[in-house]
């Protein structure tokens, strides 16, 4: 089956924080940015709470570390409280996905009227008058590169999609050294959380050249360093690698979005109370095969692109 051809005359739009500091230790250079604000509001996980000394911070900072894996509605609504009664002009995510998520809508919705149910969709938003600095622990959801939160609704078990330019980051932070301590079962499923984002994009229905550039790099940096991540957790190459893999990921995210796997593996997540890199790894090798007759040449350069080796047909994918 042929491939479509892709015109680059499809209009997209691609949003990237307008300051990324990477390598190791770069989370001291947000103390730097940080200063300038004298109230932080920082929203992290328990095992992430600790990072919060190694930025430096000046002033008051309240950190918020009460937030479940996949938060919902009633978390992110404490979250919300927590923060007007502080009232930070700095919101800065600390953790995996779900931290950077709900530091976003904080950003955006403490000092609005506006309610997360109000801007569910696209460009709801009204507007941020605060700054808003993205820290990954994890290297999987590229939550640091992008303009959307997703919040479970309880009632429905559904994933609620806020996406706003106003939730881009100031700036974001990628540094190894914050990945170590991280599982290797973690760690896996991560990874493949990231490949996930940069495989469906380059297989969707959407697939734009731009996009297409970042896919390839990030599905070529999981095929050379998540495994020896996996194995090895102080590998600071292989963790700076994934960093990246995963902010590519991230940017695949904005102008083109995931596909099937992810849309499988949301309902998978929330309803067996998986986390959403394992539901993901879960999903993903299947949701390749099933598409490898509809892409074959994109799906064999991406065996390619991760060293692996298939035969024909979709068991071998």
């Not at 109370?273 to 099933?290: E, R």
Request: glycine share 10%.
């Amino acid at each position: 089956m042929a491939e479509p051809e892709l015109s680059v005359a499809r209009p997209i739009t691609l949003l990237q924080p307008p300051r990324l500091e990477i390598g190791t230790g770069a989370i001291r250079r947000l103390g730097e940015f940080a200063n300038r604000f004298s109230r932080t509001f920082v929203v992290a996980m328990g095992p992430t709470a600790p990072y919060v000394e190694r930025i430096g911070l000046a002033g008051a900072v309240e950190t918020y570390w009460d937030l479940p894996p996949e938060p919902d509605l009633p978390s992110v609504e404490a979250v919300l409280q927590a923060a007007r009664a502080f009232r930070p002009d700095l919101v800065i995510g600390l953790g995996g996905g779900s931290a950077m998520d709900v530091a976003k809508l904080v950003a955006v919705l403490w000092d609005s009227e506006q309610t997360i149910r109000d801007v569910v969709g696209s460009g709801k938003v009204s507007g941020r008058r605060i700054g808003l600095a993205q820290v990954p622990t994890t290297s999987g959801t590229g939550s640091e590169a992008g303009t959307r939160a997703l919040v479970t609704d309880p009632a429905t078990l559904a994933k609620l999609a806020v996406e706003s330019p106003h939730m881009l980051a100031d700036i974001a932070i990628l540094d190894p050294e914050l990945t170590y301590s991280v599982p290797a079962a973690v760690t896996a499923a991560t990874g493949i959380d990231a490949l996930a984002h940069c495989v469906e994009a380059f297989t969707n229905i959407k697939a734009h050249p731009l996009i297409d550039g970042y896919a390839r790099l990030g599905i070529e940096l999981v095929g050379r360093y998540l495994a020896r991540a996996v194995a090895n957790g102080s590998d600071a190459e292989a963790r700076a690698g994934m960093m990246l893999a995963s902010y590519y990921g991230g940017l695949c995210l904005g102008p083109v979005n995931t596909a099937a796997g992810h849309a499988l593996a949301y309902p998978l997540g929330t309803r067996l109370k998986l986390p959403h890199g394992l539901a993901n790894a879960i999903i993903f090798p299947h949701v390749l095969a099933f598409n490898a007759p509809a892409r074959p040449e994109r799906t064999q350069e991406i065996v390619d692109r991760l060293g692996l080796s298939a035969g024909e047909g979709t068991q071998a994918v």
